[in-house]
């Protein structure tokens, strides 16, 4: 994987990382993150859900230059786990329902955990290609 690559996964993970802490933020009512004031305690809301959703989508357009096959699908379907687990934890949180552990891991894994494994299986995808190209030749 040449080195261009290379950073567009890894910025594509910082992106990530990026828009699921500010939903996060909001969803949870957080005025902090790590001790500093969460971003849309600083910029409001609204421009907090712009700006986050502009990043998706700049995170989008990373993988889609990319060209690779799966890596759209493999980019849709981790942004869904995080969101689904996202979507668990507040269902808990607003039900006053507690999960058992299994679930509670279960989630945790698919909401907080889901973004390294992103960049490993979009990482993976171009070392098979590459694998395969050599082998080839």
């Given amino acids: ?5 290379y950073f567009v996964v890894n910025f594509q993970l910082e992106l ?9 933020d909001i969803q ?3 005025i902090l993150r790590r001790g500093f004031p969460a971003v849309h305690a600083i910029y409001g809301v609204a421009s907090t859900i712009n700006d986050a959703n502009c990043v998706h989508f700049i995170g989008l357009n990373r993988v889609q230059s ?10 849709t379907q ?8 996202q979507a668990m934890e507040i269902y808990w949180r607003d039900n006053h329902t507690c999960p058992t552990v ?3 891991k279960e989630i945790a894994k698919r909401s907080k ?3 390294r494994p992103m960049s490993i299986s979009l990482l993976i995808v171009y070392l098979v290609a590459i694998l395969l190209m050599v082998a080839l030749f």
Avoid at 1 to 5: F, G, H, P, Q, S
Avoid at 67 to 74: D, F, T, V
Avoid at 78 to 85: E, M, N
């Fill in 102 to 104: 299994k679930e509670y």
């Fill in 66 to 75: 990319l060209k690779h096959p799966k890596a759209i699908g493999l980019f």
């Fill in 113 to 115: 955990d889901m973004v």
């Fill in 78 to 85: 981790h942004l869904l786990d995080i969101y689904h687990g």
């Fill in 16 to 24: 990530c990382i990026i828009l699921h802490c500010r939903f996060d």
């Fill in 28 to 30: 949870d009512n957080s």
């Fill in 1 to 5: 994987m040449n080195k261009e690559k």
